[in-house]
């Protein structure tokens, strides 16, 4: 258990089985940046999911677990994950 934190949660102790990676790097995560996160927003317990990728309404993390981002990009993704007409102007822009 990297944030030394005992549960006798069902809930946490699925979520542990299935985030060993994401269990690992919040354990690096700690040695860099305070609390090992980077805002209030990201603060989940016992410790937040690192994604790997994203697309419309899913994201994966670094365990390949799919979830459905209910936060939308945390505000910013109103048309969702890699929408391809966004992509598309970035694109365009960053080819100049």
Do not use: C
């Amino acid at each position: 258990m990297p944030d030394g934190t005992l549960t006798n949660s069902k809930i946490v102790a699925a979520y542990r089985e299935i985030t060993p990676s994401s269990a690992k790097r919040a354990v690096q995560a700690r040695e860099i940046f305070p609390s090992g996160i980077v805002h209030d927003s990201r603060k989940l317990d016992p410790y937040p999911i690192y994604v790997d990728r994203a697309q419309g309404a899913h994201k994966w993390d670094i365990d390949g677990n799919d979830y459905v981002d209910y936060f939308g990009g945390h505000g910013a993704l109103i048309l969702g994950h890699n929408h391809p007409t966004v992509m598309a102007a970035v694109h365009a822009q960053l080819n100049k």
